[in-house]
T-cell receptor, first 111, second 117 residues
C-alpha cells in the first residue's frame, strides 16, 4: 500500500527558531510533493510544492526533496506564533492528480 | 489564482435529511475535482474523484449510493449526502487543480462542516 508518513508530533519550537518537519513516502514512482498547512477547523492551504531533488525556497519556507532516500522535508525559518498549525505532507503517488496525505504534524511555536 | 469555493460552510440538519454541498472553481476550469472527508484529529481521507461529464470514481469503502457526486460542468461539482445519519457528521472538503500542466497542486475549498442531529 502506498503510504506517506509523518511524525504526528506535537512539535514545539521557540519563536524565531527553525522548525523542521519531515515526511517519508513509500512509492518510488511518486513525482510531485506538496506541503499544506491546516489551521484548526479550516481547510488545508498550499505552502510549497516540489518536484525535483534538492531545495526549493519561498520566503521563510524551504522544501527539500531526496528521491533516493524517499523523504521530503519542510523548514520554517524565523518561526512565528502564526505558524502554529498542522502541516500535511502529500505525494502524487498514482502518477495522476490523486494525492496521498500523511497524517500531519502538529507544530506549536512558543512565544 | 486557482480559487476553489465551497458552499455551504456549515450545515446542521436532522437525521434522514439529504444534504447537497457545492464545489466551484472560480478562476479556472477543472475536469477533475476531489472530495475528502476529515474526522476530528485525523488526516484527510479521499472519498471520490469527480470527473466532468462522467461517473465519479469512489475509493474503497465509500458508498456511492450514499454519497452522490455530480460534475456537470467544468467549474462545478456537487456532493449529496443522502439520508444522512449522525455518523456522517464530518468536515467535507473539495479540491481541484487547473490541470492544464501536469502535477499542479490541488487547491482546497474552505470545507463544509456537516452536523447530523
Amino acid at each position: 500500500q502506498k503510504e506517506v508518513e509523518q511524525n504526528s508530533g506535537p512539535l514545539s519550537v521557540p519563536e524565531g527558531a527553525i522548525a523542521s518537519l519531515n515526511c517519508t513516502y513509500s512509492d518510488r514512482g511518486s513525482q510531485s510533493f506538496f506541503w499544506y498547512r491546516q489551521y484548526s477547523g479550516k481547510s488545508p492551504e498550499l505552502i510549497m510544492s516540489i518536484y525535483s531533488n534538492g531545495d526549493k525556497e519561498d520566503g521563510r519556507f524551504t522544501a527539500q526533496l531526496n528521491k533516493a532516500s524517499q523523504y521530503v522535508s519542510l523548514l520554517i525559518r524565523d518561526s512565528q506564533p502564526s505558524d502554529s498549525a498542522t502541516y500535511l505532507c502529500a505525494a502524487d503517488t498514482f502518477g495522476n492528480e490523486k494525492l496521498t496525505f500523511g497524517t500531519g504534524t502538529r507544530l506549536t511555536i512558543i512565544p | 489564482g486557482a480559487v476553489v469555493s465551497q458552499h455551504p460552510s456549515w450545515v446542521i440538519c436532522k437525521s434522514g435529511t439529504s444534504v447537497k454541498i457545492e464545489c466551484r472553481s472560480l478562476d479556472f476550469q477543472a475536469t477533475t475535482m476531489f472530495w475528502y472527508r476529515q474526522f476530528p484529529k485525523q488526516s484527510l481521507m479521499l472519498m471520490a474523484t469527480s470527473n466532468e461529464g462522467s461517473k465519479a470514481t469512489y475509493e474503497q469503502g465509500v458508498e456511492k449510493d450514499k454519497f452522490l457526486i455530480n460534475h456537470a460542468s467544468l467549474t462545478l461539482s456537487t456532493l449529496t449526502v443522502t439520508s444522512a445519519h449522525p455518523e456522517d457528521s464530518s468536515f467535507y472538503i473539495c479540491s481541484a487543480s487547473p490541470g492544464t500542466v501536469p502535477n499542479q497542486p490541488q487547491h482546497f475549498g474552505d470545507g463544509t462542516r456537516l452536523s447530523i442531529l
